[in-house]
């Protein structure tokens, strides 16, 4: 099966147009179906939307998802010092051809699903492709750094050709976000991060802000806010700690998790 029909398939999981549930979707307009760029983005609230758990369908079979991931990547928009999400996710395709055959079968009629999830978006044509560049090429950088990695810097020239950007974010990037989150509001002068939550298996932490004049929840006994980097050992603990920490209470700090 060509990585072209692959793309097809996947574009039965995505919708351009954010309207609501139950009506109908219009087609798209003549501007985005002409486009020959190689550059989408959409606007979401999720930190934590990734290309294969929520734009490939877990039902294509031959040759396997991992084709696609040759063809296409997600790229989430973020500061590129705090790592804080901004509303924005990029979507880089290898050429124009695959491309087109993602645009070519947006769906037009009830019933689809748009994401894995049943979550519309609605893409827009970036056309600032060397500004994406010097974006990606300060966010793989400054992961490599807060992680720790033995993964070299890169520059504009190492990533000229797109195939190069589709290889780092999936096979490099996104591995390590993974494993990744960012912690806010902890706080304690007893411990650090990793003694007081030995049992999740942080790898690394780094604290990226400290304002001892913001203090958090309106608590006059609560600490400054703070801004943490963590790199656990595996994706399934850094999940479990999202899962029971975000929103819990150390210290009279509200705790929140944002996963990378």
């Excluded at 760029?37 to 039902?59: H, K, V």
């Excluded at 994406?132 to 807060?146: E, S």
């Excluded at 899962?243 to 996963?259: A, C, D, R, T, W």
Aim: charged content about 20%; proline content about 4%; glycine content about 2%.
């Amino acid at each position: 099966m060509s990585s072209n029909v692959l793309l097809e398939k996947l574009i039965q999981n995505v919708v351009t147009e954010s309207n609501k549930l139950g009506t109908r979707l219009s087609p798209l307009n003549k501007a985005v179906t002409n486009y020959q760029g190689q550059l989408l983005t959409f606007q979401s609230y999720n930190p934590g939307f990734t290309l294969t758990r929520d734009l490939i369908d877990n039902t294509i079979t031959a040759p396997s998802p991992k084709e696609l991931l040759k063809d296409v990547c997600l790229v989430p928009f973020r500061d590129h010092k705090y790592l804080t999400f901004k509303d924005k996710y990029y979507l880089l395709f290898r050429n124009s051809n695959a491309m087109q055959s993602f645009l070519s079968l947006t769906p037009t009629q009830d019933g689809i699903p748009m994401t894995n999830n049943d979550i519309r978006l609605k893409l827009k044509l970036a056309y600032q492709t060397d500004a994406f560049k010097n974006y990606f090429t300060r966010f793989y950088n400054t992961l490599q750094d807060y992680s720790q990695s033995n993964n070299e810097h890169i520059t504009i020239n190492d990533i000229r050709h797109h195939r190069k950007i589709i290889f780092l974010q999936n096979n490099v990037l996104q591995p390590i976000m993974d494993k990744s989150l960012l912690l806010w509001n902890f706080h304690s002068k007893e411990h650090n991060i990793k003694d007081m939550f030995w049992y999740y298996n942080i790898k690394n932490s780094i604290e990226l802000f400290n304002d001892p004049n913001n203090i958090n929840n309106n608590n006059d006994n609560a600490g400054p806010t703070t801004l943490h980097y963590l790199l656990f050992q595996c994706a399934r603990d850094r999940n479990s700690f999202q899962s029971n920490i975000h929103g819990s209470i150390l210290q009279n700090n509200k705790l929140l998790v944002e996963p990378l």
